[in-house]
């Protein structure tokens, strides 16, 4: 069984996946994946055919410059995702197929990517908006209005746990969150039983 661990900006996703990884299973990391794909020599040949070299930083796609144009233009975004999204795509579905029982798969955007039909369950994990809020200032050392403008850029939290299969709330301390994930994975290795990947 295929399971995706999703969540907003700054509502734990990270404290479930470590937990997880500590516990012995096994984690595709999203993220890692997309900046291995930035290395890759025909990806970076397209983004500098579109966004020129001014992304570049000794001859290596710069991650913030990069940045700095998407995240203020969604048209701009959406070329940038249509570039290393199915490349992404093919990586995340190989590594996935490793024929376990249990297979996790760590992704902030999830639902904003469409990749939602790579797995088979997901797991939201969820805090309240003043908590997100708070946490994400602390956390980046954003300013109130820095870290409303990144929360706003994605699906919220509300909208992502309307869609899941399974919520971990992460208001409070990390051990009750621990303990939730504790009682899923009890559940998810009963109902992977038998469960062809």
């Known amino acids: 069984?295929?399971?995706?661990?999703?969540?907003?900006i700054a509502c734990g996703k990270s404290t479930v996946t470590n937990y997880l990884i500590n516990k012995g299973y096994y984690v595709v990391d999203a993220d890692k994946i997309g900046h291995e794909i930035l290395l890759d020599e025909q990806i970076k040949n397209e983004?500098?055919?579109?966004?020129?070299?001014?992304?570049?930083?000794?001859?290596?796609v710069d991650r913030?410059?990069?940045?700095?144009?998407?995240?203020?233009?969604?048209?701009?975004l959406n070329i940038l995702n249509s570039i290393v999204h199915p490349k992404i795509k093919e990586v995340i579905s190989n590594k996935l197929n490793v024929g376990m029982e249990l297979v996790f798969l760590d992704i902030a955007l999830l639902y904003e990517s469409n990749f939602v039909d790579l797995v088979d369950k997901v797991i939201v994990v969820d805090v309240d908006e003043k908590t997100q809020l708070e946490r994400l200032m602390?956390?980046?050392?954003?300013t109130e209005e820095e870290a409303k403008k990144r929360i706003a850029s994605q699906m919220s939290s509300s909208q992502k746990v309307k869609?899941?299969?399974y919520?971990?709330?992460?208001n409070n301390n990390v051990l009750e969150t621990y303990e939730q994930v504790d009682k899923l994975l009890a559940k998810l290795e009963g109902e992977s039983n038998g469960f062809k990947n």
Do not use: P
Request: aromatic fraction near 8%; charged fraction near 30%; proline fraction near 0%.
């Open 1 to 8: 069984m295929k399971i995706a661990i999703t969540g907003s």
């Open 47 to 60: 983004l500098k055919a579109v966004f020129g070299e001014v992304i570049f930083e000794n001859g290596e």
């Open 64 to 76: 913030k410059k990069l940045g700095e144009i998407v995240f203020n233009n969604e048209k701009s």
């Open 138 to 142: 602390l956390r980046n050392n954003f």
């Open 163 to 165: 869609l899941a299969d």
């Open 167 to 170: 919520v971990i709330d992460n």
